[in-house]
Structure formats: C-alpha cells, structure tokens
C-alpha cells in the first residue's frame, strides 16, 4: 500500500467550500511532502490554525505542515506584492518554489479589468486574473523568469511533483475556486477565467490523469456563491441570517449569496470531477450539536444520517467531515472507509 498518493481537491460548488481547511488537515495528519497551489489570487483559502486566521491566496494551506514544501506550478499566476507578502506571514521562504513559467500579474491586468463591462456585469473579483490569462493566451504575459527578485525561488514544479511520484512520495494539489466556475461546465458567462475541474488542476500543474489516487471533492453542507449568475433556492437574507449561514468573500469582503445542499449540482460535480470520495465541510451549520465533534461516533444520529443520505445519492463515500472552523475540527473516516489519503 501506499506507493504512490496524489490526491487532488477541489470545490464542488462555486467555491468557498473550505478546500483551504481540507488540504491543512491533509497536510497535517497524512503528511504530505508536497502541497501545490493551482488557480490564482481571485480565490481566497481560509485556515485557522494556531489560534490565526490565515486568508491565503497563492500558497497552499499545506503550510501548516512544517515538513510540506509548497509548490506554485506553471499554470498558476502569482502577482509579485502578493506572493511575497505572504512569505513573510506564514514564514515559508525557505521551503515555497515557483515553476519558471509560472504567469505573473501585474498591476495593468487589475487596470485593465476594472473598465471592462462584462466583468463588472458578472461580478468579477477585479483582481487582473482574468486580463492576465488573455495575456497569456496571446503569448504576451510575462513569466516568473522573467523577474529577478524570483530567482532563487524557481524550480521545475512538473519534474519534481512526478519524481516525487515516482519515489513514492505524497503530493496534494490544492484546487481553487468550484466546479461550476468553471470556463467550460459551469454558469458561462459567470465564471471565472479557468478550468476549475480536477482535470484543469492537474494540468495546471503538468501531472496526468492516471497518476492520481483521490480525487476529493469538496462540498460545503449548503451552497454559497459570490458575485452575480444562477443559484437555484437563493435564499433572502434575513432567512440566511436566521440560519447562521451569513459569510463573506476573503478576498473581496462581499456577502456571500446563500441556498440549500444542493444535491443535482452535487451530483454533476462528482461526474465533471471523476470524484472518488468526499469532503462534507460545515456540517455544524445543519447540525449545531456536531460542532467540534472530532470523530464519527461523537456525531449526532441526524447528522450522521444525512451524511449517509449524501453517501447512498452521490455514490462516494464522504471521508472528511468538516465541525469547525480550526483545522483540527475534522472527523475523518478515511481509514474506516479504507480510502488511503
Ligand atoms: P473573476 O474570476 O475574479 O473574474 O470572478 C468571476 C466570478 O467568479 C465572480 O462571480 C467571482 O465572485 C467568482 N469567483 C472567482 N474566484 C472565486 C473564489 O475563489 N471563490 C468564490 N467565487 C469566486
Ligand atoms: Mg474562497
């Protein structure tokens, strides 16, 4: 058992499921060497850990796990301010890479989408991303080799992450943002300008399908989504005040749009992502009495069968349980389930 684990996450919804939680209790209680960070600064992934909220939009949440080395991959964009910023937050320069042809944003991509009406229309994040993409895509973006405060931060991320592979090593790759995000299955055109879809991430990162172990979908108990385009049962907002589920975006600060589990879009998540197994995250928030609750049998019998309704309707089993907003309120069933993560 156990020669190769590559497991990849990503959001199920339209982002803010808690990957960010998920791939630091991965970091932390599987151990893995390497946690990779796909997608860009748009997206936010929220840790709390140590008593510290950390907003995270360029390093993986990997972090916490002081053996992990974090790894930015070439179909990732940075941007310079941002990047080393949160160097210095979480402390990580001696052990954070960026693959040479990394994108790299730069203050005239922000410019040049704040003016832009179909980003103000679908309620973009305005944070360059997408104008950066195009610049890629017209070969005139600037790469992470192309700037020399990066240097000595540069690595052949591909080549690493499959030798690693290779010697039996653990990678996580770290998703960003939601399924139906997605440039291609999801609400086009409010979307955002990527692939978000497991098969995206990996080639994101320059790793092929048959190299992966789990792909793990990652779920929030109900749906949010931010800025405009569909959500089906849209709640008011005084019924998701009511309910307690009232968040903000990390990166923008916006209210979060809110709706009920929805389980049609679950279910074609878990087709686009060929999704082995599952990630429940706030499930406290149906469930006020599972809050903390860190193992199976602690669970309430309502909150336990709903995860069972979720098991027996997606057909994958729901190995991560998310109780609370620290890393370490998880109750994980993997090794019970036998999935090897
Ligand atoms: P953009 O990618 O910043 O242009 O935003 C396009 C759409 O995707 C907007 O509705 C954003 O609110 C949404 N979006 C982008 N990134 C995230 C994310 O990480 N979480 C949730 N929504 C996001
Ligand atoms: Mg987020």
């Known amino acids: 058992m156990g020669l190769l684990v590559l497991t990849v996450i990503v959001g199920g919804f339209f982002g803010d499921e808690g990957k960010g939680k998920v791939a630091a209790y991965l970091a932390l209680a599987s151990s893995y060497n390497y946690a990779v960070r796909t997608g860009s600064i748009n997206a936010g992934h929220t840790v709390t850990f140590n008593g510290r909220v950390y907003r995270l939009r360029t390093i993986s949440a990997g972090f916490v796990n002081k053996n992990t080395k974090l790894l930015i991959p070439p179909g990732a964009l940075i941007k310079l301010d941002v990047f080393f910023r949160e160097i210095e937050e979480l402390n990580v320069r001696n052990r954070i890479y960026v693959d040479p042809n990394t994108g790299v944003i730069e203050d005239l991509h922000v410019l040049r989408e704040r003016s832009d009406p179909v980003l103000n ?3 973009s994040t305005f944070q360059g991303v997408g104008a950066a993409t195009a610049d890629r895509v017209l070969r005139r973006l600037k790469v992470a080799r192309d700037f020399a405060e990066l240097r000595d931060f540069l690595l052949d991320v591909p080549l690493v992450v499959n030798e690693a592979l290779s010697r039996g090593e653990k990678v996580l790759i ?34 092929g399908p048959r190299r992966v172990d789990n792909v793990l979908v990652v779920f929030k108990a109900y749906v949010t989504r931010v800025g405009e385009g569909p959500l089906e049962g849209e709640l008011g907002v005084s019924e998701i005040e009511k309910l307690g589920w009232v968040e903000r975006g990390s990166v923008t600060g916006r209210l979060r749009r809110a709706a009920p589990f929805n389980f049609k879009l679950a279910e074609r998540a878990v087709m686009l992502n060929s999704a082995t197994c599952l990630a429940i995250t706030k499930i406290d928030a149906l469930f006020p009495n599972s809050r903390s609750v860190r193992s199976w049998d602690k669970l309430p019998r309502e909150a336990k069968a709903w995860i069972e309704e979720v ?13 609370g907003e620290r890393v370490e309120d998880m109750v994980d069933r993997s090794r019970d389930l036998g999935v090897e993560l």
Do not use: N
């Open 311 to 323: 098991e027996v309707r997606l057909k994958r089993p729901v190995v991560l349980i998310g109780t």
């Open 121 to 123: 229309a679908i309620g």
């Open 174 to 207: 770290e998703g960003t943002q939601g399924t139906f995000l997605s440039l291609y299955h999801g609400t086009y055109p409010y979307v955002t300008s990527r692939e978000t879809t497991a098969s995206g991430v990996l080639s994101e990162v320059g790793v």
